[in-house]
């Protein structure tokens, strides 16, 4: 028989991502709306460790819904990683009656619950992906890259306005870490010239053909996305490489639009998302759910086991590459 859960606690972890706090409060309210206490972790799994709780109540997750960042702040913990680190947390978990945790990160985040629940099963754990980079297993859309997404477009669309005015070509580069996903997003939405991405082998040269066919047309200026963990090097590599090969722009410049894409308000979808996924994730411990990440599948809630979230790569959109490409064109 599943055991009744009575006390949750909710903590943000690894890299903040947008509309954290929209699924902070979903799981809030959720919680009070089921009888249930509902501590907040300050600082991931640093504050597990130091016993840094707080309890939450309605009020405290009030008018947070549109506010970057994370009310509960985070952390990467090196402590968590030893033997004893996970120890005293869970002895921080047991004074405080906790029965059940939401993690609220990424691969990270994810990875520290997996082997925490290996060596304390009676705590319950789920996971909501929160990260720009959208690339966890088993879910299409993680939160925070809606909004990073949108950050980038808009700083593209910026540059556009100087890269017409100058005839130059322009190299920006975006977060995503070892994936694909914010760059193709932002390539497409943008109307970039090109996209490097990890997931696909390029070299310079083909680039640098890519880029000659539209100067034939006289596209005097361009756009190329660059992912922060593409194969070529990094984007002022690439941009050097580029500029020893093609003479027809008046000037080469590097754009990174850094951790500006971490930050600000989260965009309706966003926090739309944390709300079904916060939500979703306080109706699965009620049902005695465990050790999986709560996100969307075909707009359904769906749960994948922590293992299968963190080892298992997700596919990037070959479609939407071919279509990049040809739209660049």
């Known amino acids: 028989m599943t055991k009744e859960i009575k006390r949750i606690a909710v903590f943000t972890s690894g890299g903040d991502a947008p509309a954290m706090n929209a699924a902070i409060r979903a799981i809030v309210r959720n919680a009070f709306n089921n009888d249930l206490h509902i501590y907040g972790i300050m600082r991931g799994y640093e504050g597990m460790i130091d016993g840094n709780f707080k309890r939450l109540e309605t009020t405290d997750v009030s008018n947070i819904i549109h506010r ?8 990467r913990s090196q402590r968590f990683l030893t033997l004893e680190g996970r120890k005293q947390a869970y002895e921080n978990l047991r004074d405080n ?42 879910t299409d859309f993680t939160v925070g890259f809606d909004t990073a997404v949108n950050t980038a477009v808009q700083a593209v669309d910026k540059i556009r306005d100087t890269a017409d005015s100058h005839n130059r070509l322009f190299f920006v580069e975006v977060m995503g870490r070892h994936s694909g996903f914010i760059a193709l997003h932002t390539a497409i939405a943008g109307g970039a010239g090109g996209v490097l991405i990890p997931e696909e082998d390029s070299n310079i040269d083909d680039l640098v053909k890519l880029l000659k066919r539209g100067a034939k047309r006289a596209k005097l200026f361009s756009i190329v996305i660059v992912a922060e963990g593409n194969h070529m090097g990094t984007v002022y590599d690439i941009a050097r490489q580029v500029e020893e090969k093609i003479d027809v722009y008046d000037d080469i410049k590097v754009t990174v639009i850094g951790h500006l894409q971490r930050g600000g308000s989260p965009s309706a979808f966003d926090r739309v998302l944390a709300s079904i996924l916060g939500f979703g994730a306080v109706e699965a411990l009620l049902e005695g759910k465990s050790g999986a990440m709560v996100g969307i599948r075909h707009n359904a809630v769906h749960l994948t086991p922590f293992k299968e979230a963190i080892s298992k790569s997700k596919p990037l959109n070959k479609d939407l590459l071919r279509m990049a490409h040809i739209l660049a064109q």
């Open 68 to 75: 970057g960042g994370t009310v509960l702040k985070t952390a």
């Open 97 to 138: 009656d906790i029965d059940a945790l939401i993690a609220i990160g990424g691969n990270g985040t994810f990875t520290g619950a997996l082997k925490f629940m290996e060596e304390y099963p009676d705590v319950r754990v789920l996971g909501i992906p929160g990260t720009i980079d959208n690339d966890l297993f088993g």
